[in-house]
């Protein structure tokens, strides 16, 4: 197969512009993929600490509940750092 000199110059370009493009909208594609997987990881990370964190609270709640008040008080777990009233304590 042979090529000419006009057919390059005048397709040529047109090829280049089409893959610029192809290449632009798999861009943003991928860009809009990858966003919505980091936030989807993102949400499941903060989802797992908070019902771990909830867990220690309500599991804390739980057995402070069955024991004796005054020593099981002195060591509450934090939610996320901040204090939480426990009842009786």
């Known amino acids: 197969m042979?090529?000419?000199?006009?057919?390059?110059?005048?397709?040529?370009?047109?090829v280049l512009i089409a893959i610029a493009v192809i290449g632009l909208v798999l861009a943003i594609i991928?860009?809009?993929?990858?966003?919505?997987?980091?936030?989807?990881?993102?949400?499941a990370v903060i989802v797992f600490f908070g019902w771990q964190q909830r867990s220690k609270v309500v599991d804390f709640a739980n057995s402070s509940a069955k024991s004796a008040q005054s020593s099981v008080c002195s060591s509450h777990p934090k939610f996320f750092g901040i204090d939480v009233?426990?009842?009786?304590?």
């Open 30 to 43: 991928i860009k809009k993929i990858i966003g919505k997987i980091i936030t989807l990881v993102l949400a």
């Open 2 to 14: 042979n090529l000419d000199v006009s057919t390059i110059k005048s397709t040529a370009m047109w």
């Open 85 to 89: 009233t426990y009842p009786g304590c």
